[in-house]
């Protein structure tokens, strides 16, 4: 039998990135915060993200035809805190809008909008494949996380 702390502690070894991801709700945008992002597909250009099913917000975003992943910056730690606790973010917080109406986050190091591509079960977490259809780069550096904490290069 696997402890999940152990478990939960080895997989803090590994670096990953973390970003915020948004959708349109029908009491307007909200976001997520979420380390379990990765490419999946040059061919169609597909990436992939995992919500926890105890979420609150799992739901809305399991059901959005469209959601912006965006890669935070490493000015973006309190952003990525409020969005880890809230599907609001910071009370101060300026949404940007696209052309089609979807929500974004400015400043950040990347940002991808993409449309819902397919599902899948994963356990505790649903894995959300989208197809990215517009992104963005910019000059800003990448937030990390480590061992359960946020990280600058």
Same mark, same amino acid.
């Given at each position: 039998?696997?402890?999940?702390?152990?478990? &939960?502690?080895?997989?803090?070894?590994? *670096?990953?990135?973390?970003?915020?991801?948004?959708?349109?709700? /029908?009491?307007?945008?909200?976001?997520?915060?979420?380390?379990?992002?990765?490419?999946?597909?040059?061919?169609?250009?597909?990436?992939?993200?995992?919500?926890?099913?105890?979420?609150? &917000? =799992?739901?809305?975003?399991?059901?959005?035809?469209?959601?912006? *992943? =965006?890669?935070?910056?490493?000015?973006?730690?309190?952003?990525?805190?409020?969005?880890?606790?809230?599907?609001?973010?910071?009370?101060?917080?300026?949404?940007?809008?696209?052309?089609?109406?979807?929500?974004?986050? /400015?400043?950040?190091?990347? &940002?991808?909008?993409?449309?819902?591509?397919? =599902?899948?079960?994963?356990?505790? =977490?649903?894995?959300?494949?989208?197809? *990215?259809?517009?992104?963005?780069?910019?000059?800003?550096?990448?937030?990390?996380?480590?061992?359960?904490?946020?990280?600058?290069?």
């Amino acid at each position: 039998m696997i402890d999940l702390d152990e478990f &939960r502690f080895a997989l803090g070894k590994y *670096v990953t990135g973390i970003t915020i991801v948004t959708c349109n709700s /029908e009491n307007g945008p909200i976001g997520i915060t979420a380390n379990s992002f990765s490419s999946l597909s040059l061919s169609p250009p597909l990436v992939l993200w995992a919500p926890a099913k105890a979420s609150k &917000r =799992h739901n809305t975003f399991l059901e959005a035809k469209k959601f912006i *992943v =965006h890669i935070a910056s490493e000015n973006q730690i309190e952003l990525c805190k409020s969005f880890s606790k809230s599907a609001n973010g910071e009370s101060e917080l300026i949404w940007a809008y696209n052309d089609e109406g979807d929500a974004f986050i /400015e400043n950040c190091s990347a &940002r991808f909008e993409c449309i819902k591509y397919n =599902h899948f079960d994963g356990g505790d =977490h649903s894995i959300i494949v989208g197809e *990215v259809k517009k992104f963005e780069t910019t000059d800003h550096k990448p937030l990390l996380y480590l061992g359960g904490n946020y990280q600058k290069l």
